[in-house]
């Protein structure tokens, strides 16, 4: 494979975290592997499940993923108010277990409910505020854009002890270097901590 793409941020539901420490764990297995491109894009969800035309649908459950869940819950529970919703490791596992059970429905893209032979009942769930996605392309073969790159991601762990996250981030200050976001992560059941940073 040449290139993953990732979803590392939502508008909604903020920083996808289970992908900030598998990039995290990426980069301390195979250093290779970078992110080479951004891209931020709108997510359009649809509603889909088994359900023939002109039957109604009541489901007993709504299934998707957590961040497209926090995106759009209101809306479900005003019209689907007696429906469990129930969280997916992904909208294509949410897409997969609507057509295996029956009376549930899944928040998904169009093409996998395409792809499964789903009736789309909702072609864009909507909510007021806009559902962009940040993606980050990553890749061991593919080099960034040149004269693209306006951003770095950086990964470390410190010892942990007094003052070490700041003796850390001085570095940028002194270099005049803008860092626009900072996550910890503990990768070891909480005994470390290694720290994800954007700079520009």
């Known amino acids: 494979m040449d290139a993953a793409l990732l979803p590392l941020e939502n508008t909604t539901g903020g920083w996808i975290g289970d992908v900030v420490s598998g990039l995290v764990r990426m980069s301390e297995r195979d250093p290779s592997s970078r992110i080479v491109e951004e891209l931020n894009l709108p997510v359009v969800l649809a509603l889909a499940g088994r359900v023939k035309a002109g039957e109604p649908a009541f489901p007993r459950r709504i299934k998707t993923h957590p961040v497209p869940l926090g995106h759009c819950e209101d809306w479900l529970n005003d019209r689907y108010p007696e429906s469990e919703l129930v969280e997916t490791s992904s909208t ?45 392309v990553v890749s061991r073969a593919l080099a960034p854009t040149p004269g693209r790159v306006r951003k770095s991601s950086l990964w470390f762990s410190l010892p942990n002890r007094p003052g070490s996250l700041k003796a850390a981030l001085g570095v940028f200050s002194r270099h005049d270097v803008n860092m626009t976001r900072i996550e910890s992560r503990s990768l070891d059941a909480f005994r470390s901590y290694r720290f994800y940073v954007e700079i520009e």
């Open 92 to 136: 294509s596992e949410a897409a997969e277990r609507a057509a295996r059970e029956p009376g549930s429905l899944a928040v998904c893209n169009a093409s996998a409910a395409r792809r499964l032979k789903l009736r789309i009942l909702v072609h864009h769930v909507e909510k007021e505020t806009p559902n962009l996605t940040r993606f980050v």
